[in-house]
């Protein structure tokens, strides 16, 4: 009717994407086959991609999101996991002999846990404000608190 083939097709004993001749149908998937005719592949995987692929429906707008949260998640998480790095440091260098180890460990384990907490917070503000202008206010929030604490010195 649409010049289309929806069903797959066995051919020489592989299955095969369906035949596109009109219209947006992109199935984007891979085929396999652990056969061939000829036998040239040794019994090897052959894939096999589809020629044409349609546009993302968003515009690409999904792969901007996706660089957002990677960033977020940069950010965020980053010096939460990577804290025993700043402990060392703060230990041996910028606090040598001022303050014990345990309090550093402190401000470490608060840090990861009212990020923790938080969390149930920032879900219900975002169900009630939206998905857009929390995270924007989270980022917001969380620069001017690196920016602060690279000027504390106690």
């Known amino acids: 009717s649409l010049g289309l083939e929806l069903e797959p097709r066995l051919s020489g004993g592989a299955l095969t994407p369906p035949l596109q001749h009109a219209g947006n149908y992109d199935s984007g998937s891979l085929t396999a086959s652990d056969d ?17 692929f349609s546009p993302p429906p968003d515009g690409g707008y999904g792969w901007v999101v996706t660089a957002c949260c990677f960033f977020l998640e940069f ?7 990577a804290f025993g ?8 260098d910028e606090f ?5 180890n345990a309090t550093i460990a402190f401000v ?4 990861s846990s009212c990020m923790a907490i938080l969390g149930v917070v920032s879900g219900k503000l975002c169900e009630r ?8 206010c989270g ?15 106690e």
Do not use: H, W
């Open 36 to 52: 061939d005719d000829d036998g040239s592949s040794g019994g090897l995987l052959a894939e096999k991609a589809c020629a044409e």
């Open 96 to 100: 040598r002999g001022r303050t014990s």
């Open 139 to 153: 980022v917001a929030i969380l620069s001017l608190g690196y920016l602060l604490a690279s000027f504390a010195r």
């Open 129 to 136: 404000y939206g998905y857009r202008r929390v995270p924007m």
């Open 75 to 81: 950010f965020a998480e980053g010096p939460i996991s």
């Open 85 to 92: 790095v700043f402990q060392d440091y703060y230990v041996n």
């Open 108 to 111: 470490g384990v608060l840090n």
